[in-house]
């Protein structure tokens, strides 16, 4: 074809899409290795966390609720505000 034509197609070759397909893969595999690394070592943190850590409305009242709990790392727990 011509340079300059205007022409709805496009060719591509089938081993290139191949190529590229397996370069994906690749990407894919250490992406999700990655992410079950990650997970595994999130996950025992997250499961140590406890108590509620929300703040309480603006338009309510304070008194005689609890101090709202702050989260420390996990030798020293969480504890009130």
Same mark, same amino acid.
């Given at each position: 074809? =011509?340079?300059?034509?205007? &022409? &709805? ?5 089938? $081993? *290139? /899409?191949?190529?590229? $397909? ?5 990407? /894919?595999?250490? /992406? ?5 690394? /990650?997970? &595994? ?8 966390? @406890?108590?509620?850590?929300?703040? =309480? ?7 005689? *609720?609890? $101090?709202?709990? *702050?989260?420390?790392? =996990?030798?020293?727990?969480? @504890?009130?505000?």
């Amino acid at each position: 074809m =011509p340079p300059g034509t205007n &022409d &709805d197609h496009i060719s591509v070759r089938l $081993a *290139t /899409l191949q190529h590229l $397909a397996g370069e994906l893969e690749d990407i /894919l595999r250490n /992406l999700n290795a990655g992410l079950d690394a /990650l997970y &595994d070592r999130v996950e025992p943190v997250v499961l140590s966390w @406890t108590g509620k850590h929300a703040r =309480p409305s603006s338009t309510s009242s304070t008194s005689g *609720t609890a $101090a709202p709990r *702050t989260c420390r790392p =996990p030798k020293s727990g969480c @504890t009130s505000a």
